[in-house]
Structure formats: structure tokens, C-alpha cells
């Protein structure tokens, strides 16, 4: 483990490569798993004030997710998540050419639709933070659909830390973020 500042960052960070490729894995963190995304109270504010910009690109069945429960809901370890359809897609799914799975919240983003990227627990995958009283774990969540993304990054020679930069500045500062990637190298250095 690696200490930055309040937080305790997994070796994964360094020693993993990681590079997501779309064409290869087609989005299916936001389609697999038993809850939504993880969300935070702000967040799920959030959400509920720009459905409106969203509801064009959103899953007929989507919209009646949350026309009848709603952006989120607690699951069954009492953990605030958005809502999912039929146990799996995440309701802020849409789809692509060739069955890709892309985010709407992202996608309106990106063209001025509304100013909130996506919840930081969705920015920040694969990587999984966990609050404790006196500090922040960071870890890499392995996942066999994650494959093809460890792959790319190895022939692309992006290590995890490198390609998740602009999430960890978000959630961190850059300060943080900068001390990171100084303690991943010398760390890096050493195993040589």
C-alpha cells in the first residue's frame, strides 16, 4: 500500500496496466453487477434535476424505472446506487452502434446538456474507494470483463494511476494526485 496523504492506495495502481477499450468490452460495467452504481446523496439530487436532458437517450424501459421509483434506492447493504432495469443495466445506460453501452449522463456532458459528468464512483472505475473513520482505501476492482481493458493497457504500456489521472484529480486535487504518481514511479523503480 501506498500512503497519500489521508489515503491508503493499492500497490494494484502502480504494478496493474490499464487502458479501457470500448470496442472490445462494449461498456458492460454499466450492464453487469447486482446494483447500480453507487451514488451519493448530492448525487442522487443531482440526477433527479437533469432526467429531463437525459430522457431522449434513455431505455423506454428506463424512463419507467424511474418514473415509478426513481433515480436510486438503497440496496441490500444500505448503500445508496442508482436504479437499475431487470437487475442489471444501470437506468443512465444507452446504446451505441454495434451494442455498445455508453452513459447518458457522460454523453450529455460532453455535449453541454447538462454540467455534471456522472456519479465519481462511475469516473472513477475500476477503481473502488472505501470510507473509514481515519481514511480513504483506494483499490483496483478486478473484473474478468476488465480483461480486454489490462490487456490494452500492457501493449500500451498506460499503467492503472496513469489512466485514471483525471477522476483521481477530481476527487483528490491535483496535489494528491501528483504525489501519487511520484510514489508509484519510485516504487516502480525499486522493483526494477
Not at 460495467?29 to 452504481?37: K, N, S, T, V
Not at 453507487?38 to 430522457?55: H, R
Not at 462511475?122 to 490487456?151: D, G, M
Request: charged share 30%; glycine share 6%.
Amino acid at each position: 500500500m501506498l500512503q497519500i496523504g489521508n489515503t491508503l492506495v493499492s500497490l494494484d495502481l502502480a504494478e496493474r496496466f490499464f487502458c479501457c477499450d470500448l470496442d472490445k468490452c462494449l461498456g458492460q460495467c454499466c450492464i453487469e453487477g447486482d446494483a447500480g452504481a453507487p451514488i451519493t446523496e448530492a448525487e442522487f439530487k443531482k440526477l433527479e434535476e437533469i432526467v429531463p436532458a437525459l430522457k431522449p437517450e434513455l431505455l423506454p424501459a428506463a424512463v419507467k424505472v424511474i418514473e415509478e421509483d426513481g433515480v436510486g434506492y438503497t440496496d441490500e447493504e444500505g448503500d445508496l446506487v442508482t436504479s437499475i432495469i431487470d437487475g442489471k443495466n444501470c437506468v443512465f445506460t444507452c446504446y451505441a452502434a454495434g451494442g455498445k453501452c455508453l452513459c447518458a449522463i457522460e454523453r450529455a456532458y460532453r455535449e453541454g446538456r447538462c454540467d455534471f459528468r456522472k456519479p465519481i464512483s462511475c469516473y472513477l472505475y475500476p477503481l473502488r474507494l472505501t470510507e473509514y473513520p481515519a481514511f480513504t482505501a483506494v483499490n483496483y476492482h478486478r473484473w474478468k470483463i476488465c480483461r480486454s481493458a489490462e490487456q490494452n493497457g500492457k501493449e500500451l504500456r498506460i499503467r492503472l494511476y496513469q489512466f485514471m489521472k483525471e477522476p483521481l484529480i477530481e476527487r483528490f486535487g491535483q496535489e494528491w494526485y501528483d504525489e501519487l504518481a511520484e510514489a508509484c514511479e519510485a516504487y516502480l523503480a525499486e522493483q526494477k
